[in-house]
């Protein structure tokens, strides 16, 4: 049996260990507790049983394990200017033995493989072929579940705030490329090297939304609001955060995911 309160002990044990002033660890706490929720309930959503309710919130808490080191080491969320993060983690967990303070001594080897695998995958654009069906679901669970807290996330904090010292690697912002809005096109996620501008970068936090799976994350989403106001482009005030032919794209990024949604349902 999984236990969920020694578990979140020993979580915030771990980070009690990094810099509290650094905006950025507290960040990834939040962000950390906020997905374990998000997974408990698409879990729920699942009727998952058993020790697999207690996993797929165990994935959530432990998938950005690696995000603590990677900002002592570099100061900065950008995985293209210093590490992969997810691989980072699994590390530490998994080859480094983090992982014991977590899980009872007991669990299956095969448990342990699959938490593993949806760990290093979590931020991948899409997931290898070829993942057994437990391991694919438990993928899927956190894949859904980050992607439904990252528009909180992208929501309440300016750049500057959220992705550290490597701020500047994004350009002013301007119209989005053909080939990014190709992507939008067909409903698909962008991949890193397609993104240059503060704009690209933009659009492609929104089309994660294509690529969420399970019903109960839309119905997440859609609750809370984030990704709507992102597509909107607008301030507090209601005033255009892009400028008009930014506006104009971002309008198009919007239609398409209200389009694939509307044909998903919600069911
Ligand atoms: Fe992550």
Redesign the pocket.
């Given at each position: 049996m999984l236990d969920r309160k020694r578990a979140e002990e020993a979580f915030n044990t771990y980070t009690a260990k990094y810099d509290q002033g650094n905006t950025l660890i507290w960040l990834k706490v939040v962000h950390t507790f906020k997905v374990a929720e998000n997974c408990d309930r698409i879990g729920m959503s699942l009727r998952l049983e058993g020790d697999d309710a207690d996993l797929a919130w165990l994935v959530g808490l432990l998938?950005?394990f690696g995000?603590f080191e990677q900002v002592r080491r570099f100061n900065t969320f950008s995985d293209a200017a210093s590490v992969d993060?997810?691989e980072l983690g699994a590390d530490l967990l998994f080859h480094e033995g983090f992982i014991k303070e977590y899980v009872p001594d007991n669990m299956p080897e095969e448990t342990l493989r699959m938490l593993e695998t949806a760990i290093r995958l979590?931020?991948k654009l899409a997931l290898p072929e070829g993942l057994d069906e437990r391991t694919q679901l438990f993928c899927n669970i956190i894949r859904d579940a980050?992607k439904s807290d990252i528009f909180r996330v992208i929501t309440e904090l300016p750049l500057e705030q959220r992705i550290g010292s490597s701020k500047n690697a994004f350009t002013e912002a301007d119209e989005a490329s053909p080939e990014i809005m190709e992507r939008v096109m067909e409903h698909r996620c962008v991949p890193r090297a397609m993104k240059h501008t503060r704009f690209e970068l933009h659009i492609s936090h929104c089309c994660m939304a294509f690529e969420v799976v399970f019903p109960e994350s839309r119905r997440i989403i859609k609750e809370q609001g984030f990704l709507e106001k992102l597509l909107l482009g607008c301030d507090e005030e209601g005033n255009p955060m892009w400028n008009e032919r930014e506006m104009a794209q971002l309008a198009i990024v919007r239609r398409e995911i209200h389009d694939a949604w509307d044909s998903k349902g919600l069911q």
């Open positions: 998938h950005d995000r993060h997810a979590h931020n980050d």
